[in-house]
T-cell receptor
Framework: GDSVTQMEGPVTLSEEAFLTINCTYT??????LFWYVQYPGEGLQLLLK?????DKGSNKGFEATYRKETTSFHLEKGSVQVSDSAVYFC????????????FGGGTRLMVKP | EAGVAQSPRYKIIEKRQSVAFWCNPI?????LYWYQQILGQGPKLLIQ????????DSQLPKDRFSAERLKGVDSTLKIQPAKLEDSAVYLC???????????FGQGTRLTVV
């Protein structure tokens, strides 16, 4: 079945550092890919998405590019802030698999001032 | 636009008791998901509805868990009898048909003692 694998955390960075959180997927067909974020005490919310190969999703300074050749969707940000501290989840949605939305295990990011 | 509403926010029960969670999705969203999120893990899909029909319930422990979505709107998830390992956050999400872009409620944190 479809699956998503993320790098394990926690990832601890200093403010203004560069962030990369790796995500790879296994899927039949051509899924849509997402990054969701969960801030402390809050529900999951969509951060960005990409629906086809080579698409780049971006939001709030975060970016991720849909790489079909490496089945990856790595999340990046050039300069993190303390307010970016959260848990980040990579997810895929496959319309040819019953429209299931499948999540990775999550990566906790801690940004220190 | 009102978001996904869930209740209660917190629930503590003893093992072997029963519990029910309620979810009101965003108006017009045909797809409704229930996820179980154990501390430190990614959300695990329990059941997915399309309108009032079940699309996938392959990971729902049907000997103790049940869910319904009457009239294709509100949904309830029930556990009877609860076990200690059911302690988790139960997340409800809804999505417009054909997008995979899910909107999550705040979740219900269940503690089984």
């Amino acid at each position: 079945g479809d699956s998503v694998t993320q790098m394990e955390g926690p990832v601890t960075l200093s403010e203004e550092a560069f962030l990369t959180i790796n995500c790879t997927y296994t899927a039949t067909g051509y899924p849509s890919l997402f990054w969701y974020v969960q801030y402390p005490g809050e529900g999951l919310q969509l951060l960005l998405k990409a629906t086809k190969a080579d698409d780049k999703g971006s939001n709030k300074g975060f970016e991720a590019t849909y790489r079909k050749e490496t089945t990856s969707f790595h999340l990046e940000k050039g300069s993190v802030q303390v307010s970016d501290s959260a848990v980040y989840f990579c997810a895929l949605w496959a319309s040819n698999a019953g429209n299931m939305l499948t999540f990775g295990g999550g990566t906790r990011l801690m940004v220190k001032p | 636009e009102a978001g996904v509403a869930q209740s209660p926010r917190y629930k503590i029960i003893e093992k072997r008791q029963s519990v029910a969670f309620w979810c009101n999705p965003i108006s017009g969203h045909a797809t409704l998901y229930w996820y179980q999120q154990i501390l430190g893990q990614g959300p695990k899909l329990l059941i997915q509805f399309q309108n009032n029909g079940v699309v996938d319930d392959s990971q729902l422990p049907k000997d103790r868990f049940s869910a319904e979505r009457l009239k294709g709107v509100d949904s309830t998830l029930k556990i009877q009898p609860a076990k200690l390992e059911d302690s988790a956050v139960y997340l409800c999400a809804s999505s417009p048909t054909g997008t995979g872009e899910a909107f999550f409620g705040q979740g219900t944190r269940l503690t089984v003692v």
